[in-house]
């Protein structure tokens, strides 16, 4: 029978929803469209969760301002459940949240927070409780029903179905399948720790995948049981240093895009086994590989140090830059001095690195890692910067070269201890519009921003100062950049370029 009229209209309209959405965003679900934020029991509690430390955390996030610079979801890991009902629902631990689960989700909402769940693609979750796997669509409509607004959905216990991408594939897919069907918006977190290669396949079912195995409070330390040391991994095992994970996430970085991150794994900032330089390269580096930023720290108890990281707007503002972009590691130089060399592999600790990627509106961010354990100047060229423009193959000149660029030194105007110190203390006004300079009820400098009042993408375009640091050098065409890096530390700079391009920004304009 030929098609009506109106049938070939439907089909027609379906073929152009279809390529419009694949020419565009593509987040598969609409969410996710920059690197998730928030908190996650885990690193700092492990199995002691309960109603009290997710509530009292999530007052403490709305207090200190962590909720207006972004960090939205609650998660809660594993160790919640108590089994299931008599028809096969998951239930919660009474004891531990004696209110439900619904409850909990209320609560955050009415903070204007999002409430995070756990559960494992396995038969049980890794510390051995019950899981989905085969259970996909009740569970997936238990959490929905229960309010829930994201899913971190870990490996363990799988079954064996693992080992190709597609067994992968499928089995994380069912739950992807589960979520959509419920209707509400449901952020899906894989946790698969890199196995089979999710940043290959993942994009389309997921918004988020682990691409190694658990961080631990360590800056470089090698640990047998984190073996791997380059990305291609089949036992990511735990106790992965930063270095060990920024390493292996090097080479697939750019696998990430709008809807669909590398998750370097959860932020340990705040932890103690590192020192403050140490914390600001997990957190920066982080952030520009654009990994979701998911503190995992005791927020109840932070040191002043610990927040006033956490809280910096400028490097905030890069993982959540409207351009989605992560930024790509240009150079790796030897170990310094040699004698640092006691792991090998593709990674040397104490090798140092310069890592670039493109934001939006033109800018750059540059940075560099001092793996050393004593300080070092690191410097790069306009052709480091700029490679990715330099060699891709067409013969389009490239004017960024020959421009000169405001740098933003992104540490330089980190909230200090005293304005840090008076935030926990309540004695402090934080922002409620997006401008920190505005902030006129207080004496204090404000290094701090209201993502609430003004999202990063409305703030960036707006020029807002604090998403940009501090002016501290001019590039010049054909100059370098330099910096003076600390022992395992970092320096992060924002380029803009002073005029000239298409899109850039005037000079005067900050
Ligand atoms: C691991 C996961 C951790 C944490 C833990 C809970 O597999 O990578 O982030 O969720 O399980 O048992």
Known sequence: MAPSKSTVL???VAVFVTQASAAGTVSYNGLAITPQMGWDNWNAFGCNVDEELLLNTAQ?????GLRDLGYYYVILDDCWSNGRTANGTLQANATKF???????????????LGFGMYSSAGKYTCAGYAASLGMEKQDAQTFADWGVDYLKYDNCYNEGQEGTALVSYNRYKAMSDALNATGRPILYSMCQWGQDNPWDWAQTIANSWRMSGDVYDSFDRPDSRCPC?????????????????LNKAAPILNKAQPGAWNDLDMLEVGNGAMTDDEYKTHFSMWAIAKSPLIMGTDVTAMTPQTLSIYSNPAIIAINQDPLGTPATRVWLSPAQPQNETYSTDSYTVGEASFWTGQLASGDYVAAFVNGASSPTTLSASMSDIFIDLLTTGSNAPVPQI???????DLWAN???????????????????????MSNSTSTMPVQTYNATAMSYADGLAANETALFGLKTAELMPGGTVQAQVPAHGVVVYRLRSQGGGAGMRKRDEL
């Open 229 to 245: 040391t380059t990305y291609d991994c089949t036992l990511p095992g735990f106790h992965c240093s930063v270095m060990n994970i």
């Open 60 to 64: 403490k996030m709305v207090d200190y």
């Open 414 to 436: 980190r909230m200090s201890n005293a304005t840090a110190q008076a935030i926990i203390m309540g004695n402090y006004t934080l922002p409620t519009n997006a401008s920190s």
């Open 10 to 12: 439907i089909a027609a």
């Open 402 to 408: 020959s421009q000169t660029w405001d740098v933003y």
């Open 98 to 112: 004696p209110n439900g689960m619904p409850y909990v989700a209320d609560q955050l909402h009415s903070m204007g």
